[in-house]
Structure formats: C-alpha cells, structure tokens
C-alpha cells in the first residue's frame, strides 16, 4: 500500500508526496490502523500505536480449543482433557495454531500461538459472574472447565444422551464470556471512564500507547473482524472466516493471511453473516470503532475533554448496540434451525425412520443457540424479564425425542434429565424465543424467520379493521 | 375540531377511497356505476338521461338518511383510530392457533406434501373467501336475533334510503364485532393454512386485494346500498346475493324480515331456510317497522339510544336472574 514518488521535481511535488504518504501511512479512514505514537513519555522507535496482538491470540486459542473440543473418542480421555485445559487456562509457549490453518491457497502466516503474541490464556479475561441460564449455579471460568472435562470424553464433542454438542456450546459461549465481555464490559464501559486509563499516560509503564488508545484497540480486536472490513462487503468477511478467498483476505498483498491483521474471526463473522441478509452490522460497528480511534488519536496524547469523551462515548453506544444485535440476530437464527430439526425429527419418528443424523444437527444448532443466549446475558447489562423468558423457552437442554430435557446438574457432576416435554411445544418455545429476540433488540436480519412469512401473510390480507356492515 | 383531526379523517377515508381492499375503492364504485347505467338501459329500457336521475336521485343522496351514513362515516374514521389497537389482533388469533397446531398434530400429514403451490394459493384463497363470507352471515343473523346485539344493529337498518355509503351506518360496537369476526377469520384460515403448508401459502390477488373481494366488489357490490334493485336469475340468486336481494333484507314489509342475511354468496340463506328471492320492479320501504327510532338520524339516535337500549336489556336480564333468589329470601 506504500506510494513510491520518483524523483520529485519540485518542492510542491515533493510536499504533496509527503502528504500522501503520511495519509496513507496515518490516516486511512477506511481501515483500523497505523494511528502515530502520541505517547509523550515513549522515546522508542515504533511509529504505530495500534495494537491488539493480546485478543488475536485469543481468537486463534479459542478457535483451536473449538478444534480439540471435537476430538474425543467417547471415552474419558486425560490427555484431551490436558491439551484443551492448556488452551484455555495455560499460558505455557509451544501450543499450535490448530485452527485457523493454511488450507489450499489460503496460506495463514503465523502457525503458533506465540507468533501472534505470548503468554495468553482465555481463563484469565473470562467472565466471573454466575452464568445464567446454564445448571449449576456456575461462574463463567467453572463453566468452561465443566465443558471442556465433559467434551474430552465425548464421541466427537456430542453427547446423544443430552443432546449437549461441546464444541458449539464452548465456542459460543466463549465468544460472549469471553471477546463480547471484556470488550463492552471493560475495555469500552470502565476504561472509558475519565480517570481510568487516561489518555495522557501510558497503558503501562514503558508503553508506545496511551490508556485510552490500547483500551479501545483491545476492544476492537476482540471484535475480529479484519482492519480492512470497511473494503469488504458481508460475502468477502464472511468467505476469509471459511478461509475461501486469499486475495480478498491479503491487504497488503505478501501472499500470506497475517491472523494479527487480515482475518475475520468470532462475532465480526457473524456480523457479516448477518450483513449478508441485508444488515450493515460489521460496517457500523467496524466505522465506529475507526472514528473513536481516530478521535483518540487526534487528542495527540492529552486527556480527552469532557466533550471528547462524550463523543467517543456515542461511538460506544453504537458498538455495544449493535455487537448485542449480532450476538440476538445469531440466536434468532439457530432457534430457527432448531425449530426445522424438530419439524424433520417429528417425520422421522412418526415413521419410524433413524433420527440419529438428524438429532446430532439438532443438538448442534441447539448448542450454537444455548451459547449465543448465554453470552447475551455477559455484556454487565442486565436482560431483565427478557433474560428470564429466554432461558424458560430454552431450558438446560434441547427437549429429546422421549421427551425429556437436562434439568441439573448433580453433585458428582452428572446431568440429570427430567420432564416431558413434546418436540411440538418445544417447536413453539422456538417461535416464542424468535419473537422475542426480535421484539427485545429490534432485530432486521431475521434469518431462518419461522413466522416471517405468516406475518407477510397476514399482511396481505389487509387491515381486519371494519367499520363497516354487510 | 381541530384543523389536524380533520385532516385525518381525510386521509383515513382518502386512503380506503384508493384501497382496492375496500369496498368504496373508486374503481369499484365506479364499475358499479357502469354495472347501474347497463341495467337501467338494457333491462329497464330507461334513457341516459333518466338512467342518471335514477342513480344520483337527489332524494336519496341528499336525504337526511343519507347525511346520517356520510356523518357516521366520519365519525366512525376517528372512532376506529382510537379503539382498533384495543380490538383482538389477527396476528394474536394466528400465532394462538399456529401453537396450537403444534400440539394437536404429531407431525405434518405426508399426503399434503407435493401440492403445486397454485393449488395451495388457490384453496387458501378461497377458503379464506368462503369461512369469511359464512362468518359474516351468522353474525349478521345473530345481530337479528338477539336483542342485545340488534339495539346496536338497527343503526344500520335505520337507513331509510341507501347508497354506497350506507355501509359505513354502523354502531361502533357493532364495528368491535365486525374487527373480532375478522380477526379470527383471518387468523385462524392463515394459521392452519401456515401450519400445513409453510411458506407456498400465497394469497391470489388482484390489485392487492383477494381475487374473490375484488369480483365481488368489482361486480357491483357497492349496489346492495344504492337506488339501483338489480335481480340475478333465480338460480343464481340460490348461490350468490343479488343487490335486489339486499334490498329486501333491508326492507319493512313483514314479509322480508330475517331474509337474507348473506353478503357475496346467498347459499348460507338457502341452507338455513333464511332465503327470499328478488323480483323485478318490486317497490320496497327501508328503514325500521315500527316506530322504534323517532328519528333515526339524530348522534343520539345513532350512537347513544343503543347504548342506553342494550343497558336496559342488560339490567332487566340481569333482574330476571336475579329473581329465583329474591323469592328464596323472601320466603
């Protein structure tokens, strides 16, 4: 992306080069980046400010914990166990970058976690608070240990006794315990604050960033979503996740994907998922993040004004809306697919077919659901009654086809299953879950809409209003 | 009334005026016009001229009967503004019926898989146009038959002369019914048909509005209110409701009383023994027998002595059920 000018001939030219190659090098409007060191006390020799090298490793451990959590056997596996433990709690260097992994074309750069950044784990910026809507009264760290021993012995990450699919569950879960909780809970709510992480100190002793620059970098990075997101429409975000397009995901075109820079990961994915039915999440929340970084960087060092931190705070309120929406917009969907599996799954018992593939796509799409509604209630934002009806509609666990559903956990850590539920009532749980995720976050996408076209329906036959006799 | 509130009657009108889902959208009544003029030339042998006399008969536009409905009309816009958001909602009739699918059925019946989807469009259609049109007629007989609910009716039927307009003649708890009636017309006929057949449920229209409303309305619906009687061949008239059998449901000779309650199909009369055929040139009287309205075009007459009516009839039933246990008191 350099601009090389030859041999300037004049002074003007020359000036007008430099001016372009400062734009390009500082002030590229359209991408997250290169923002100068305004740090004061900082006499080193990096140029740029902007770093959030912390929270890609991050995303690179939980996509590769995701990885491991499907690779058991059915049998208690210690060794499993270990490994993802080591992913998630361990700082230890060596451990490799199981996922995201050159495939064909796509040549990821970086292929150990250390690469990236060193001594990261996930347990330590897990959130603390009591998980709702999951049995046992746990915390969000208790949780994942939880899992992680139940998916280590596993066949696969899936458990056709609960319905449970680890590797979704975890995954999900992560995301918003994880990147969404420690993005709108900490970086953008409390280090915003005027005398938390001011502007006008270093984030650390002897860092090139201030508090406020490298609070708001880490925030965007726990978004994932790529520097250049603002070149991308939805499809090309979406297709780097699935690893499709190389030349779409190389900005700076060196033949490799740099994970620090150049890739989509977690809710950014979904966000472009989303934006794929017409949405504009990733745009605004990528935009907002770029002008609040830009604002920061344009107080050169000094502590943000009142005026200032009012409108970085807008650029907040943007963000954290619409990353809720991502994370809502998400759930709608798989309560869809939760409610097709359970349509496909009635027809397979009533004749009497093998349901066993279509109830391990239910339990997955139930546990992509489980773990988005999870991690809705991990923003320090309290849903209220719509948090409480969510996690009735759902329960602990999809309804089975006898009818039962994980009511608990007992003391040795073993499910308990109760209940009798039919697959019908629970296909209108899903219906009443869809609605009220539309109704609570105001939700556009709508994809897999189980009622959608009813509401269409319903529509075209005009207003029931009638004032008028026969 | 302020300038604002006008302007909104006005456009709530306007907007059913250029709403070819209501019965007074413009090309309807001005297909009924052309239907009008036809009859009277053809069937009548009556000149251009008097044709025209006949349709806009000064006596019956601009009778007090008429101000009435075009008063009511209005009145009634504003009225439904306020008190449709507090009527049962179709969408809360289908998404009832919708769960309750669920849990009748154990799944969707196979045999209804591979339906074309036009056949689907065209059952919904006309199943839609069909429990509508029934509803329609036992509501309209029990408005008749039960006390209560005929103090508010005979508004309607106060109308001494009709035009298209003496449609909107209408109690308003009369409308609460009318919404209610198709609320659960609309809702339950969508849900089950949603429930059954997903997404392929369309329904078949004509400028938006259902092809069955619209050749009902566009084949001179606007006439069962208006100066113009035409009469269907008989056997048509078992099935579908001619103008002129409208008439006679509104009119006071004690031989039509209770006749013909239906609205686009007539069958619903046939069946149920409530059917009076039409005849040609048959003079007729509107309004009420009796003199039970002293004058029927009175606010008062028209929005308050019903509800002072159906109060008395509340309170005297109330005092009949009420009797078994003063006689035990007293005994």
Known sequence: MDIVIKRPKTTLAALIASSLVFGCVFAKPDMYGNFPVTEKSYSGKKKDSTSYTGQVARHVLHNSLKKLAGKGNGNPNPELKATMMSYYSSKDAGRKIIDPTSKGEFKVKQTMVDEISKGKNLKGKTYKGLVNGFPGQMSGPEVFEFLIDKASSSNKGFDPVTGYNYPQLISKFMMGAVFYSQAVDNYLDEKMGADNKPNNKPYKKGAHYTGKEHSWDEAFGYFGAPAHAMALNAKQAYGIAKRKDVKVADANGDGVVDLKTEMTFAHAYYAADSDKAGTKYMHTIVDAFIKGRQLIRDADGAALTDQQRAQLMSYVKVIKTNWEKVIAEAAFKYAGSCYKDLEKLRTIVESNGNASKAFAAYGKHWGELKGFLMALETSGRSLGEAGVRMNRLVGYGPVLLGGGQVTGIDSEGNFLIGGNRSMGEYQVHMVKLQKLLGDTFKLKARKIDVTGEMDDLLKSLGSSRAAEND | ??????????????????????????????????????????????????????????????????????????????????????????????????????????????????????????????????????????????????????????????????????????????????????????????????????????????????????????????????????????????????????????????????????????????????????????????????????????????????????GNLLLNFAHQLSLPFQRENSA
């Open chain 2, 1 to 310: 009334m302020p300038e604002n509130a006008i302007q909104l009657l006005l456009n709530e009108w306007l907007l059913d005026v250029f709403n070819p889902q209501k019965r007074i959208f413009w090309g309807y009544l001005l297909s009924s016009l052309f239907i009008a003029i036809l009859w009277l030339r053809l069937i009548n042998k009556i000149n251009f001229q008097s044709s025209f006399i006949q349709i806009f008969n000064r006596n019956v536009w601009g009778s007090a009967s008429a101000f009435a409905d075009y008063k009511v009309m209005f009145i009634n816009a504003f009225l439904m503004t306020i008190l449709s958001p507090r009527i049962l909602a179709k969408a809360t009739v289908a998404y009832i019926v919708f769960y309750s699918l669920h849990l009748l059925f154990e799944s969707k019946p196979s045999i209804l898989m591979g339906i074309p989807q036009w056949t689907i469009a065209l059952s919904f259609t006309l199943f839609l146009f069909i429990l509508d049109d029934f509803a329609r007629y036992w509501l309209h007989r029990w408005l008749h038959a039960v006390p209560l609910l005929w103090s508010f009716h005979k508004v309607h039927h106060s109308a001494s002369t009709l035009n298209p307009f003496t449609v909107f003649r209408t109690h308003p708890a009369e409308a609460i019914l009318f919404s209610v009636r198709s609320a659960l017309v609309q809702g339950i006929s969508t849900a089950v048909f949603f429930f059954f057949f997903g997404n392929q449920v369309t329904l078949m229209m004509v400028l938006g509005a259902s092809i069955f409303t619209f050749a009902f309305n566009l084949l001179g619906s606007n006439l069962r209110h208006s100066p113009v009687s035409i009469c269907y061949w008989h056997p048509i008239e078992l099935i579908l409701m001619s103008p002129a059998q409208h008439h006679i449901h509104h009119s006071t000779a004690e031989k039509h009383i209770d006749k013909n309650f239906g609205v686009a199909l007539s069958v619903w009369d046939w069946i149920f023994g409530t059917l009076c055929h039409s005849k040609v040139g048959e003079q007729l009287n509107f309004g009420l027998s009796g003199t039970k309205l002293i004058n029927p075009n009175t606010l008062k007459s028209l929005y308050l002595d019903p509800i002072q009516e159906a």
